[in-house]
């Protein structure tokens, strides 16, 4: 298995814009994480998924952030408008059993800069 | 104060050497994670402990629930070990993370 894929791994845009982060976790899985890492915070929990429904969503910072996972194999994250405070490394994870499963199987990561 | 600890928050060491990393939480838990971020950001789960201790390989982690505290323990340690430790307690879905723990393990 190719493990969990995070797209695009780097982005960089501007104050304002639309970013969309993507996650297509482990065949199987279901359940899935987004997590948020910043050096003054560390990492943070977004939202949680089990079965495509969001089961935890407090982690969510406030309505600029929104996910979605409309399938058991694809997921997003989305910024509306993007502020520079938003920069940080988003990772996704998924598990299987649960839930929560006792395993989290994390995505390489998208490295978020907003200028 | 936070509610998850770890200490110490650097740690540098010879190869070979027996490591310990601790990690202590003030809140109630259903289970505590060590996690393990590579220097290029990577991030593999390491352990779940809810109760006594697990071993991977070079790896024990222990877990005291009465006294609120888990160690990661490292032996015979190798350079390739040099990596952040992150500690994580949670109740159901929500898990609260330490600050980490940087290891670096000198040849």
Known sequence: DAGVIQSPRHEVTEMGQEVTLRCKPISGHNSLFWYRQTMMR????????????????????????????????????????????DSAVYFCASGSGGPPPDTQYFGPGTRLTVL | KNEVEQSPQNLTAQEGEFITINCSYSVGI????????????????LFMLSSGKKKHG??????????????????????????????????????????????TVNP
């Open chain 1, 42 to 85: 560390g990492l943070e929990l977004l939202i949680y998924f089990n079965n495509n429904v969001p089961i935890d969503d407090s982690g969510m910072p406030e309505d600029r952030f929104s996910a979605k996972m409309p399938n058991a194999s694809f997921s997003t994250l989305k910024i509306q408008p993007s502020e520079p405070r």
């Open chain 2, 30 to 45: 259903s289970a505590l994670h060590w996690l393990q971020q590579h220097p290029g950001g990577g991030i593999v789960s």
């Open chain 2, 58 to 103: 070079r790896l024990i982690a222990t877990i005291n629930i009465q006294e609120k505290h888990s160690s990661l323990h490292i032996t015979a340690s190798h350079p390739r070990d040099s990596a952040v430790y992150i500690c994580a307690v949670g109740g159901g879905s929500r898990l609260t993370f330490g600050e980490g723990t940087q290891l």
